[in-house]
Each structure stands twice: as C-alpha cells, then as structure tokens.
C-alpha cells in the first residue's frame, strides 16, 4: 500500500480548495486489507459541509471534491466515499 497520502494531507487540500465550514478525513484503508484495491492506494472517507453546494446536485458536488484531490490520487489515493452537504442539509442531519 502506498503511504504517500495521509487523512491530514487530503484534509489540507480539501481545506484550501473548497472552504468548508466543517470538513472530516477519515482513512479507511485498514478496512480493504487484502483487497485489490488497497495495493492501488489509501481508501478515504470525506464528510464536508460548504456553502459552495447550494444549489448544486450530488454529482457536482462530488465533482469539486474530486478535482480539489485530483493531483492526490496520482500519490496514492484509490478510492473516496464522500458525503458532501450545504449547511442547512448538515443542521437537519
């Protein structure tokens, strides 16, 4: 598995990138062990609140955080679960 890439590096990234008002990097590499895909890379999960969603579907959420990490996955990142949210969507959660 390649080290490259840790939750605080994406976290730093995402940070610069997309201005959340609450942003949370949780490496779940650890759980796809043995998988085919730990050896491509660091599983993560992003749970990201921004303002910048509103208005904006899933997909295209997830677009801007992909493109934010975009040069991170040639370091090392396999795969990314990400539970983008406006902040009225996080207060109703």
Known sequence: MNPGVTA??????LQHALSPSALEVQDDSHLHAGHAGAREGRHFTVRVVSAGFIGLTRVARHRLVYDAARTLFAEGIHALVIEARTP???QQR
């Open 8 to 13: 605080d590096r994406l976290q730093e990234v």
């Open 88 to 90: 009225d969507e996080a």
